[in-house]
């Protein structure tokens, strides 16, 4: 591979990085990371340069760089990007309402579906925010458990869908199952949880 060749494959990989999602230097080129730090220093095209960080989540230009990553909804663990979450290729939205889940936050997670949406979780339907509330209160929180998003990716289209393990005091006590997402005009119109 030639080094120009090189150079265009990196500046390629790093435009793809998708907004609300990060990759390191060393995901970008394998073999070659101190490069993609150079030509990240060095280039003068429009690149998105905030979405590369350090293999560890540390964040090599500071707060500038932070605030341009919380502005696209990457989710941070102190001052360092939550990584496993961050390289999930999930939009900006879904990494909201998983963070607003996180955290029971109802009035974001209800704010990441657009007014008509649905949600089916254990052969039920919510239509619209007030039942997505109301499911969010009752059914969705009646046992009390943890969250860990183990990926999640793009499926076509507007769908996505992101694999999560829940572990709680609930029959089972762990659970696995895939939260599939349908998008419209930046907001949530469709999730479906199941196994």
């Not at 394998?30 to 590369?52: M, S």
């Not at 350090?54 to 360092?80: C, F, H, W, Y």
């Not at 889940?101 to 579906?113: E, G, M, Q, R, T």
Request: with cysteine.
């Amino acid at each position: 591979m030639s080094h120009e060749s090189r150079i265009a494959g990196i500046i390629a990989r790093i435009r793809q990085i998708p907004e609300g999602s990060v990759r390191s230097y060393g995901e970008i080129d394998p073999e070659a990371p101190r490069l993609v730090g150079r030509i990240l220093a060095t280039t003068h095209e429009g690149l998105p340069w905030y979405r590369v960080i350090r293999a560890d989540g540390t964040i090599p230009k500071g707060q500038r760089q932070r605030q341009l990553l919380l502005s696209e909804g990457v989710p941070m663990r102190g001052n360092r990007v939550d990584i496993d979450r961050a390289r999930m290729n999930l939009p900006a939205v879904v990494a909201g309402y998983l963070r607003a889940a996180d955290s029971s936050d109802a009035d974001a997670l209800v704010a990441c579906f657009a007014e008509d949406a649905e949600v089916t979780d254990e052969g039920r339907n919510w239509r619209g925010h007030a039942e997505i509330r109301r499911w969010w209160e009752g059914p969705a929180n009646k046992y009390q458990y943890t969250v860990k998003v183990r990926g999640g990716q793009r499926i076509g289209g507007d769908r996505y869908v992101a694999r999560i393990r829940l572990t709680g005091n609930f029959p089972g006590r762990t659970a696995d199952l895939r939260y599939r997402f349908t998008l419209r005009d930046g907001l949530i119109s469709l999730l479906k949880i199941a196994p």
